[in-house]
């Protein structure tokens, strides 16, 4: 029912900036809180950001806070990562998520419902 692609990814230096962007299929994304998550090699993924329908609420990982910014359009159909001061931990595979839902919390990443295939961000020192 939704497809979700990111695009944005790159390489960048430490301390520089990228923004990731997710678009989604239909017309249904106003019902879906959106998360981004990332893995990087040979580790877990983990929770980096997400944001509720409206987009009035958005919640991050603590290593993220103050750096990354989660925004939605719900026109565009897109959510979008900014991502500033960036260091060389954050290299890794970004990948947006869609849980439908009529509300909206910070959803662990089995809980939803579709799922991106990533982009890559790579950070040099």
């Known amino acids: 029912q939704v497809q979700l692609v990111e695009s944005g990814g790159g390489l960048v230096q430490a301390g520089g900036s990228l923004r990731l962007s997710c678009a989604a299929s239909?017309?249904?994304?106003?019902?879906?809180?959106m998360g981004w998550f990332r893995q990087a090699p040979g580790k877990e993924r983990e929770f980096v950001a997400s944001i509720s329908w409206s987009g009035r609420t958005p919640y991050y990982a603590d290593s993220v806070k103050g750096r990354f910014t989660i925004s939605r359009d719900n026109a565009k159909n897109t959510v979008y990562l900014q991502m500033n001061s960036l260091k060389v931990e954050d290299t890794a595979v970004y990948a947006c998520?869609?849980?439908?839902?009529?509300?909206?919390?910070?959803?662990?990443?089995?809980?939803?419902?579709?799922w991106g295939q990533g982009t890559q961000v790579t950070v040099s020192s």
């Open positions: 998520a869609a849980k439908f839902t009529s509300y909206s919390r910070n959803y662990s990443d089995n809980e939803y419902d579709y």
């Open positions: 239909g017309r249904t994304f106003s019902s879906y809180h």
